[in-house]
């Protein structure tokens, strides 16, 4: 995967996380800082994007839907980044900054196969998997967290 495809993706994972957690529930889990430090990566973009209207439209609709509009923001931001060296680099800078903080939670009865968090890379934060599976059988396949690496480079 490409950088820029790469800091795309994890500026929009750590903005769907400020998007869709309550603020308390956010700073429970992330902590203050990196509650601010979020919220001014979404300002960035604001800023950058306020006489850009498709992308103005697509970042707030992505506050309101992130589900629906993760992906087209992140196309959208990919192309940014790649025409804008100096926006990369300081969006690079504050995104190191955030400690990423990922929880999970299954539960599940009988289920086949059971995947917490499966992912190519994870360069830092931490990551909380916890599983309840009942009854299961046999040649039943759960895996916590599966990385293909960790760490930076």
Known sequence: MDPMTNLAINIVAALTT???????????AA???DYEKTKALLAI????????EEAAQILARFE??????GATLTDILKETLARD???ADELTRRLEEIKVTLEVIQTGRGTDE???????????????VSQKIEQAGRGQKITGVKLDRLGKE
């Open 114 to 128: 059971v995947v917490g968090v499966e992912a190519k890379e994870l360069l830092g934060g931490r990551v909380k």
């Open 31 to 33: 902590g203050q800082s």
């Open 18 to 28: 400020y998007v869709t957690e309550e603020s308390e529930a956010f700073i429970r």
């Open 85 to 87: 060296s100096d926006l």
């Open 64 to 69: 309101e839907r992130p589900e629906r509009y």
């Open 45 to 52: 973009l604001q800023k950058r994007w306020a006489e850009d």
